[in-house]
C-alpha cells in the first residue's frame, strides 16, 4: 500500500492535533500583569534621520539618494568646514539612515536603550558603521534621546565575478544601549489615588473576576470595573505604599473566561486555527481530490550526416487526470474541537482544504464560531 509523502504529512499533524486537543481542558489561573496592563505605563515611540559613517565602499550611491550629499554637507558646514562652490562629492562610505526606539515607561535621563538603525538609501551594507549623533523626537517633536555608535549587523555578503552571496539582511542594524535619554515623559499614575486597569481583551466575565478576586485580596470597594475592558482601582496615597500594592496587585491570579468561539484562516500560507470554544451542528462533510498532471517528454531526432535533413526536437505529452474516491462523514451536534479535526483527519483533508470546508460549513449554519480570514 502506497501512502503519499503528502497525505502521510497531513494525517500525522492532524491526528496530533486530535491527540492534543482531546486531553482534558483545564482552565488555569493567570497573574493580573499577564491579563491587564496598568493605564499610563507605556513605552513611547522615537525616531530620528541620521548619517552612518565609515562603510567600506557599500553606503549610498549619491547620483541616486541627493539628500546624502545635503546631509554630509550640512553637518561640514555645522563643523565649521565649507566646501568651495561648485564642489561635487562622490561618496561611497556614507548612508542616509532612519534610527527608530522605544522608550520605556519611566525612563530618566541619563539612562540607555536600545536603537534600530535602517537604511532608507540605497546602501549595500551598513555592516562596520558608525552612526554620527542623532537626536530622537517623539510625536510632540521634542527631543527625547541621543543616538551614536558602532552599528552590529547581524548578517554578513560578499560578491565577485558575477556572483553573490548574503546571509540574513544588510540595510539594518542594532546597536546596544546605542542612545541616552535626555527627557523623561511625565506620569499621572496614581492621580486622585486611583489606578485604571486595562484587559489586553475585552470580556464582561473577565473582567468581572478580577474585581471579585482584588477586593477579595484587599477588601471590599478596592476595585470596581467600568466596562468589559477598564478596571478602576483605589491605591494608596504615598508613592511608596503605591509601589508596593501594584506590585501584589499584579500578583494576583485570576482564572479567565473563555474566549468567542473562532476559526482564523489565513489563506496565503493555509494556516487554520481554531480555539476550543469551537463546536459543530449536525452535519455531513464530504470531500474527494482531483489531480490533474501534465508532463512533457522532448525528444531529438538526428538525421544521418549525409541525408541533408535538419536536427528536429520532438515534443510527446502526456495528460494524467486521479481522482480519489470521496468521503462522507457526519458529524453529530455538539461537537468539539477534537472531533471536527477527527473528523477532518478522517476525509485526509489538507489544511488547504479546510478553507473551503470551514467557509462551507459557516454558509451552511453548521459552524458554531466566527470565522476571520487574513
Known amino acids: 500500500m ?26 488555569q489561573a493567570e497573574r493580573l500583569k499577564d491579563l491587564t496592563s496598568i493605564a499610563g505605563v507605556r ?42 562652490p561648485g564642489t561635487s ?16 515607561a519611566f525612563a530618566q535621563p541619563g539612562q540607555t536603550i536600545d536603537i534600530t538603525v535602517s537604511s532608507i538609501g540605497n546602501a549595500k551594507s551598513l555592516r562596520g558603521g558608525t552612526l554620527i549623533m542623532t537626536p530622537l523626537q517623539g510625536a510632540d517633536g521634542q527631543v527625547y534621546a541621543m543616538a551614536q555608535g558602532n552599528v552590529l549587523v547581524g548578517g554578513v555578503g560578499a560578491a565577485a565575478g558575477g556572483s553573490q552571496v548574503q546571509v540574513n539582511h544588510l540595510a539594518v542594524g542594532k546597536i546596544s544601549s ?91 500560507t493555509g494556516s487554520v486555527v481554531m480555539n476550543q470554544s469551537v463546536t459543530l451542528d449536525s452535519c455531513a462533510i464530504s470531500h474527494g481530490n482531483l489531480s490533474v498532471t501534465i508532463g512533457a517528454d522532448n525528444q531529438v531526432s538526428q538525421p544521418n550526416a549525409l541525408a541533408g535533413g535538419q536536427t528536429a526536437v520532438t515534443q510527446n505529452a502526456s495528460v494524467e487526470i486521479k481522482k480519489d474516491p470521496g468521503k462522507v462523514v457526519m458529524v453529530k451536534g455538539g461537537a468539539s474541537l477534537a472531533e471536527v479535526v477527527k473528523a477532518m483527519n478522517a476525509i485526509g483533508a489538507s489544511p488547504q482544504d479546510l478553507l473551503s470546508i470551514l467557509q462551507a460549513l459557516k454558509a451552511a449554519g453548521s459552524l458554531r464560531a466566527d470565522l476571520e480570514i487574513i
Open 2 to 27: 502506497k501512502i503519499s509523502i503528502r497525505r502521510l504529512f497531513h494525517v500525522l499533524t492532524l491526528g496530533a492535533i486530535c491527540l492534543v486537543m482531546a486531553a482534558p481542558q483545564l482552565v
Open 43 to 84: 513605552q513611547n515611540q522615537l525616531s530620528g534621520y541620521g548619517i552612518v559613517v565609515g562603510l567600506d565602499g557599500s553606503g549610498d550611491q549619491t547620483t541616486q539618494t541627493p539628500f546624502t550629499v545635503q546631509s554630509i554637507v550640512s553637518m561640514l558646514q555645522a563643523k565649521g568646514v565649507n566646501m568651495p
Open 89 to 104: 562629492l562622490q561618496l561611497k562610505n556614507v548612508a542616509a539612515v532612519m534610527v527608530t526606539a522605544s522608550l520605556p
Open 178 to 268: 546605542g542612545a541616552t535619554v535626555e527627557r523623561a515623559v511625565a506620569s499621572n499614575l496614581g492621580e486622585n489615588n486611583q489606578i485604571r486597569l486595562e484587559l489586553n481583551t475585552t470580556d464582561f466575565a473577565t473582567a468581572s473576576r478580577v474585581v471579585e478576586a482584588i477586593n477579595n485580596h484587599f477588601g471590599p470597594g478596592i476595585a470596581t470595573a467600568l466596562d468589559g475592558r477598564v478596571v478602576r482601582v483605589r491605591s494608596p496615597s504615598s508613592s511608596d505604599a503605591r509601589v508596593a500594592f501594584i506590585g501584589v496587585l499584579e500578583g494576583l491570579e485570576v482564572s479567565p473566561a473563555r474566549g468567542a468561539a473562532k476559526v482564523i484562516l489565513n489563506a496565503r
